[in-house]
């Protein structure tokens, strides 16, 4: 196949947006569509269909985002039509992204039945963490169910992984740094890797586990979570209180945007200064369980929306984090859909 006509169709759907981008030797076609208010079908059909029309004799095969693989989808995966029933039963554990992955793969299969599709998951990445790493201290009937950290953010502590790893050989030194990537964003997370593999991790069974978030809680004592259900809040009331009204949102009434908090945080809005304040500190905290976890550091990467774009932010933890001894601080863009793209080439070049 020409080089002209290896493209890869890459389609990122979370719980609000469609990404989709179409790479290769280059980038020609990329966009993001809001899906406030309407279905995905509606999305794929009426904003997807008509920009992707020029392009189908370029594309190869299309690659899709997946939140959460489980214990079992740990490598891309070919999506075969037998399989669409294993995914289906990993929609309850992340169904916000799970479902409208799904959703987007059929589409597909109905659309251009003969394309290759590959499944890329976001908790693959965090399949080589240790048993110490990945268990819970909990009875051993209820970790027989699969309760257990899993992970997320997996495509993109990858994609900074080996970006980083790139800049590390670049200036002529051997072998792999231990590195601490930081995925800050409207989901935030931790990974700590060593020889390029994850070692430990901040979220857990779902992605409200860890570091603060715009608008989800991150970690929080179970013993709480007991007690307001005893006050007579219902999971589903406690579930929405935690993933959509906690986080910087949560704690300063005003918003889970970063960039407006910094600004109301400037103009001396004091539950703003608390949001940053605890965000800051519970991410400093974070990358100090990482750091014991690998036994030192030699490089931390910001990413996401709000780790890749802030150099305050940069500032601020290259002086908190100065007892860390000589450690490179660095900024990596997020890039989901170009591992999502590199990580199919791979796979069904193998």
């Given at each position: 196949m020409t080089a002209a006509a290896n493209l890869v169709l890459v389609l990122n759907v979370g719980s609000s947006s469609l990404k989709a981008a179409l790479i290769g030797p280059d980038r020609p076609w990329q966009g993001q569509h809001n899906l406030a208010g309407a279905p995905?079908?509606?999305?794929?059909?009426?904003?997807?269909?008509?920009?992707?029309?020029?392009?189908?004799?370029?594309?190869?095969?299309?690659?899709?985002?997946?939140?959460?693989?489980?214990a079992r989808f740990t490598a891309p995966t070919r999506i075969q039509p037998a399989l669409l029933q294993e995914l289906e039963g990993l929609v309850p554990l992340a169904p916000l992204h799970n479902g409208p992955?799904?959703?987007?793969?059929?589409?597909?299969?109905?659309?251009?039945?003969?394309?290759?599709?590959?499944?890329?998951?976001?908790?693959?990445?965090?399949?080589?963490?240790?048993?110490?790493?990945?268990?819970?201290?909990?009875?051993?009937?209820?970790?027989a169910q699969g309760l257990r950290r899993f992970g997320f953010h997996g495509l993109n502590h990858q994609h900074v992984a080996e970006t980083a790893a790139d800049r590390w050989r670049a200036t002529g030194r051997s072998g792999l740094p231990r590195l601490i990537s930081c995925h800050l964003g409207a989901g935030c997370s931790?990974?700590?890797?060593?020889?390029?593999?994850?070692?430990?991790?901040?979220?857990?069974?779902?992605?409200?586990?860890?570091?603060?978030?715009?608008?989800?809680?991150?970690?929080v004592d179970p013993g709480l979570l007991l007690e307001l259900l005893r006050q007579g809040l219902s999971p589903d009331q406690l579930h929405q209180s935690l993933s959509h009204e906690s986080g910087l949102r949560g704690l300063s009434g005003l918003s889970g945007d970063w960039?407006?908090?910094?600004?109301?945080?400037?103009?001396?809005?004091g539950d703003a200064q608390l949001a940053l304040a605890v965000f800051l500190h519970r991410l400093r905290a974070g990358i100090g369980a990482?750091?014991?976890s690998l036994g030192g550091v030699d490089q931390i990467a910001l990413s996401g929306g709000i780790g890749a774009h802030d150099p305050q932010l940069l500032e601020e933890l290259r002086v908190a984090l100065q007892w860390l001894g000589p450690c490179e601080l660095l900024q990596v863009a997020a890039d989901e859909e170009?591992?999502?793209?590199?990580?199919?080439?791979?796979a069904s070049a193998s």
């Amino acid at each position: 196949m020409t080089a002209a006509a290896n493209l890869v169709l890459v389609l990122n759907v979370g719980s609000s947006s469609l990404k989709a981008a179409l790479i290769g030797p280059d980038r020609p076609w990329q966009g993001q569509h809001n899906l406030a208010g309407a279905p995905i079908e509606a999305a794929l059909e009426q904003w997807l269909a008509p920009q992707l029309q020029p392009w189908w004799p370029r594309i190869q095969l299309a690659g899709h985002r997946v939140v959460h693989g489980g214990a079992r989808f740990t490598a891309p995966t070919r999506i075969q039509p037998a399989l669409l029933q294993e995914l289906e039963g990993l929609v309850p554990l992340a169904p916000l992204h799970n479902g409208p992955a799904l959703a987007a793969i059929r589409w597909l299969l109905v659309t251009r039945p003969e394309l290759p599709q590959w499944a890329c998951f976001d908790t693959a990445f965090h399949a080589s963490l240790p048993p110490e790493a990945y268990t819970y201290a909990l009875p051993r009937a209820w970790r027989a169910q699969g309760l257990r950290r899993f992970g997320f953010h997996g495509l993109n502590h990858q994609h900074v992984a080996e970006t980083a790893a790139d800049r590390w050989r670049a200036t002529g030194r051997s072998g792999l740094p231990r590195l601490i990537s930081c995925h800050l964003g409207a989901g935030c997370s931790l990974a700590a890797i060593r020889e390029g593999r994850s070692i430990d991790t901040t979220m857990g069974f779902t992605p409200l586990e860890g570091l603060v978030m715009a608008s989800r809680s991150g970690s929080v004592d179970p013993g709480l979570l007991l007690e307001l259900l005893r006050q007579g809040l219902s999971p589903d009331q406690l579930h929405q209180s935690l993933s959509h009204e906690s986080g910087l949102r949560g704690l300063s009434g005003l918003s889970g945007d970063w960039q407006e908090l910094r600004r109301a945080a400037a103009a001396g809005h004091g539950d703003a200064q608390l949001a940053l304040a605890v965000f800051l500190h519970r991410l400093r905290a974070g990358i100090g369980a990482m750091a014991a976890s690998l036994g030192g550091v030699d490089q931390i990467a910001l990413s996401g929306g709000i780790g890749a774009h802030d150099p305050q932010l940069l500032e601020e933890l290259r002086v908190a984090l100065q007892w860390l001894g000589p450690c490179e601080l660095l900024q990596v863009a997020a890039d989901e859909e170009g591992m999502v793209a590199r990580q199919c080439l791979r796979a069904s070049a193998s």
